[in-house]
Each structure stands twice: as structure tokens, then as C-alpha cells.
């Protein structure tokens, strides 16, 4: 691991966030990113992971090794950005794992596509996102911390206020991720050329959800019910015929084909 201080985290540069006001342990003259270094020329907001390697103590002249952390207050932010990144990670790999297994040869996916994260932020210490892959777009909310979504019922519905309007939920769960709750965006993803393409839509819808000027055009309660309910004849209509080709748009987009694929390979044996 490479060494940044002595006097903290065993001198490891990415345990401290760009807010962190460091001290030198020869003669406690603190640097603090907000204030940076006028000696130096150091502009304000310069973080101490982004000092020259040669910077030293403007006091003692004791070099960056021998600063320790006097506080950090963006310690937390840095907590919860890595708890994103590593939850986030499992709901990436979990649909990767969908997409080699079950959904490479399946009718309507585009394979110029793959699975990808695009934007997750904390909302309400929540993580959300967008997750893309080769036959859907979700916006994807994860659970608190210090919450069990694990007993979801997959299916069940909920709204969820945002800035921009009110959104309809499904809930489901995965293997890897346990419950999360899922708005689909796109589905199928025929429409797209390219992933810099959908990647680009992901990070709009991300931005415009947030803007409150947008409430009346994407108040969408009364689309949403009826694309449901859409679906659930789309669905009644499939299960009725045991022959279809084609998996439901229902299906598709909860990634929970795996049931009725088995049934099919099944079938054919």
C-alpha cells in the first residue's frame, strides 16, 4: 500500500476525504484544504492528497510523512461512497451473471449493450441509480445501511416522490444484492446504438429527477397504471399460450425469466 503520512491510517492516502484538516506531529501546525498554504501558493480547497510531493511543514519544514489527520469531516461521506460502490458492485455483477447465463439468447435483448451502473448517488442514504443492461433500464433504489430489504415481495408496487413527480416501484430481490426496488425507464433497449449512448440517457434521467420544474411533465401515475396493466394482460395472454417464443415485457425487465427459461429448456430435453 503506498505510504502518504505516517501519523494516521498507516499512511494510506485514500482513508482520508478531501476535507480532512491534517496536523504535522513534529510541531502541530495544522493544514487545514479549506484555508490551503499561503507560503506555498497553495489556492484554498486543495486537499492534502493533492499537494506537490515536495511540500513540507510551512512551520518546521517536516515533510507530508509526518502529518497525522486532526479531523476529517468528510469521513462520513467517504464511508457511505464506499458502501455504494461496494453494494452497487454486487447489483452490477448479480445481472451480469443473468445476462451470460439466461438472457444472451433471448428474443429483443441488444447486444451492443452490457451491464453498467451509471450515476448511483446517496439519496435520503439511500443508494440510487441507474442500472442498463442489454433488455432493460431500471432506476434502481438500495436499501439503507441499516435496513433488511431482504423479505420484499417481489412484484408488490410503491410510489416514490422525487423533486421531478411521483414514480411507480416494483419490488424484487436478487442472490447478490438482496431487495431493492426497481422503476423501469426503457424496455426493450432496441432504440439504442451504442452504451455511450444509454449511459448518456442514464445520467440525464438522473439529473432531470431531481429538478422540480419537470413535476408536471413526468407526473406519470396514470401512464404508469396503465402500462401495468398493459403488462398484466400482455402476461395472462403469454401463460395462455405455452408455445410463445418470446418471454413477457413483465419478465424482462425484473430479470426473472429464469423460472420460465428453465421451464422452456426443460420442456425440450
Known amino acids: 500500500m503506498p505510504r502518504g503520512f505516517e501519523g494516521s491510517y498507516m499512511g494510506a492516502n485514500d482513508r482520508i476525504s478531501d476535507r480532512a484538516v491534517m496536523e504535522c506531529k ?6 487545514d484544504p479549506a484555508e490551503g498554504d499561503d507560503f506555498r501558493q497553495i489556492l484554498p480547497g486543495t486537499p492534502f492528497s493533492a499537494l506537490p510531493g515536495d511540500w513540507k511543514c510551512p512551520n518546521c519544514d517536516a515533510p507530508k510523512e509526518q502529518f497525522m ?3 476529517d469531516p468528510g469521513a462520513p461521506e467517504m464511508l457511505e461512497a464506499r458502501r455504494i460502490e461496494e453494494v452497487v458492485a454486487r447489483l452490477v455483477a448479480d445481472f451480469r451473471e443473468v445476462w451470460h447465463a439466461k438472457m444472451r439468447d433471448v428474443p429483443m435483448v441488444n447486444k451492443a ?6 450515476g448511483f448517488r446517496s439519496h435520503e442514504g439511500r443508494p440510487l441509480g441507474v442500472l442498463l443492461s442489454p433488455w432493460f433500464m431500471n432506476l434502481i433504489l438500495l436499501p439503507r445501511a441499516d435496513e433488511d430489504w431482504s423479505s420484499l415481495l417481489p412484484g408488490a408496487k410503491e410510489q416514490i416522490e422525487f423533486p421531478s413527480g411521483t414514480y411507480e416501484f416494483l419490488h424484487n430481490t436478487r442472490e447478490m444484492v438482496g ?17 455511450m449512448q444509454a449511459t448518456d440517457v442514464a445520467r440525464a434521467v438522473m439529473d432531470e429527477l431531481f429538478k422540480e420544474e419537470n413535476r408536471a411533465e413526468t407526473d406519470r401515475k396514470a401512464e404508469i397504471r396503465a402500462a ?5 394482460e400482455a402476461v395472462a395472454e403469454a ?11 413483465r419478465r424482462l425487465i425484473s430479470a426473472g425469466l429464469a423460472d420460465a427459461a428453465h421451464t422452456r429448456e426443460s420442456g425440450a430435453e
Do not use: H, N
Not at 431487495?179 to 452504451?195: I, R
Not at 401463460?239 to 415485457?249: F, L, N
Open 239 to 249: 401463460e395462455s399460450e405455452p408455445e410463445a417464443a418470446q418471454p413477457t415485457r
Open 179 to 195: 431487495g431493492y426496488k426497481a422503476c423501469s425507464l426503457f424496455s426493450p433497449m432496441g432504440d439504442f446504438q451504442t452504451q
Open 113 to 118: 449493450l452490457s451491464v453498467e451502473a451509471v
Open 26 to 31: 513534529i510541531c502541530w501546525t495544522p493544514y
Open 69 to 71: 489527520v486532526l479531523e
Open 228 to 232: 401495468r396493466e398493459a403488462e398484466l
